[in-house]
């Protein structure tokens, strides 16, 4: 656990828009709080903070859809996001929110402290400016039509249709979703922080310091220290947030990317008096856990900032987890592609661990992954009920049927291998679970929790104590032709006793390991075996004097359910009738179209580029790229290596054999570290990318004029 006296994680703050779902939880906050039960289990000095982001323009425009109040909007999704989190044993110290006075005084002081080190730039820009309601506009108050796919209600930021990054430059027909003006630009002053005066900071930090950091988070840091950082806004126009705190920023609020991770400050001085400790003694380990889309503001932005306040701890790990699709497509709330956490609740009273093991179990950690119906009922059908549930039930039902219900001796001069190698797994599991989690690799400790309990299974099936019992039986009855005498028919319970005395000891062990996962069932073991929850403490796992000698335990109850097909039915209906819904209210889509005549050249121009068709003869992924393929394009006197950012509309092998135009005098640039040669040739249709080849084949290399 390293040499830090305290521990302070961090669990990103939802957005108080909407509710949350089980993408969110399996991006951040149930690793989180696997982590900090572990660090709980370890007796660590440990605070886990979070809380609802109330500012920014999500929340005035979700205000502005439901025709309320921001207040009105944040008040109600807070509730309904701690609601859903306590639900699932979210096990913060706090759930705080960005609208409440401390964090206001805090945010507003931490921009002060920079304002007066003249840690700021003050730069006049041109804004968009809506004439008739006399403000200035967030790209998400402009509307217009989507150049990519023809939606007409796309924002200035961002199509919800299908999904495209826009500028509200881009829009066609842009108008304010305030008063349906057409916006106008107008000159306004803001605060910017030059990031770029902390890169030899920043690299030295996470590019020389952390290289432990997960490869998705090192790799993005630093491409984007890699390509430069720029001055970037601290503030906004707008009524909604927390006033810049100076005297000439009338209408002025801090940046939300500003003002949230001071959040996490504002929250834990709410939490305890000793707040300090926690943010500004060296010996605290400060960990954010987040989303991949958050990356930049946790690992750049908050630490320049901290960096630049001075008096601060920085992020010792961001371990930040993929996105989770569900049933193959991407969660959109938009759309209402999503399984809903205070939905699940309702629909699967009393089995929140099952949803807590798939979702760790099919964790994002490295790449995204998929989560289904199918899955969820398979895991928990073959791996919940049928191995670790079936573990501990066998073994209490045994313990009653052939021990009186009672905790049976350990008769050490009749231990055999299997009895020796059973007790060994215990500190074995515990070494490599503790490995994983403080790796933060919570599949892989998992799924050894999983193991130690299939292991169970089969040294209580190789010792068939139930076969034992039988014998003994017929024995007494006199049904068999051998002699037996008493010193037989007591090794024989010596036997029974050993095996369920280390099926016993082995249950509370797996009632330790499994805690941070699946805490409500954890507790449900220790409820069976009369212990109190102290047990669960990390220094008891791996030891084998969890349950006393002689101790009666509690009637056994099943851990778990079956989930039946129905009810897999019944959800995935549940999910495609949402869809239907979301898109039946939703305009239908326009056709796309043109895109925009681009500025005349001259021929000159044009004679610049040295056009070639080319032919694919290789094609494949680029690793830890979900956009990228790498092509090898030979065109005729050489072949060239091109990265291409295609992979999402064609297979690899889809297009080996293909004719390509290749733009042949390009200068090379490197993308992923591969050296790309040139640039092929694409057309868009409605969304969909076409090469742009000759209408025949003809040789590569051959030039295009």
Known sequence: MGNFKRYLITAALPYANGPVHI????GCYLPADIYVRYLRAKKADVKFVCGTDEHGVPITIKAMKENITPQDVVD????????????????????????NAVHHQTAADFFLKMYNDGLFEEKESEQYFDPEKNVFLADRYIIGTCPKCGNDKAYGDQCERCGSALSPDELINPHSALSDAVPVKKKTKHWYMPLQHYEPWLKEYIIEGHKEWKNNVYGQCKSWLDNGLQSRAMTRDSNWGIKVPLPDAEGKVLYVWFDAPIGYISATKELTDNWADYWCQDDTKLVHFIGKDNIVFHCIIFPAMLKAHGGYVVPDNVPANEFLNIEGEKVSTSRN????????????????????????????ETKDNDFTWKDFQDRNNNELVAVFGNFVNRTMVLMHKLCGGKVP???????????????KEFAATKERVESSLEAYRFREALAEVIDLARKGNQYMQKKEPWKLASAMEKINKGEVHEKYTADDLEQLQFSIDNCLHICLQLTANLAIFIHPFLPF??????????????MLDWENAGTDKLVSVGYSLRAPELLFKKVEDEQVKAQIEKLHAGLKQATTAAPAAAPQPAAPPKAEIQY??????DLRVGTIIKAEKVEKADKLLKLLVDIGTEQRT???????????????GKQVTLVANLAPRKMRGIESQGMILMAEDNGKL???????????GSGVS
């Open 642 to 656: 091109v990265v291409s950012g295609i992979a999402a509309h064609f297979q690899p092998e889809a297009i080996v």
């Open 409 to 423: 001796a350990l008769h050490s001069h009749l231990l055999d291998d299997e009895d020796r190698d059973m007790l």
């Open 76 to 99: 109600k999704y807070h509730q309904i996001i701690g609601d859903s989190f306590a639900a699932m044993g979210i096990s913060f110290d706090i759930f705080s929110r960005t609208s």
């Open 604 to 609: 000159d121009d044009f004679a610049k580029l």
């Open 690 to 700: 076409v090469f742009v080849n000759p209408a025949e084949a003809v040789k590569p």
């Open 23 to 26: 993408g969110h939880l399996a």
């Open 337 to 364: 592609w999503a399984v809903w956490v205070h939905d699940y609740i309702q629909d699967f009273p009393d089995q929140q661990d099952v949803l807590r093991y798939v979702l760790c179990a099919t964790a994002p």
């Open 521 to 534: 069932t954890a507790k449900k073991i220790c409820h069976m075996l009369k212990v109190v929850d102290r």
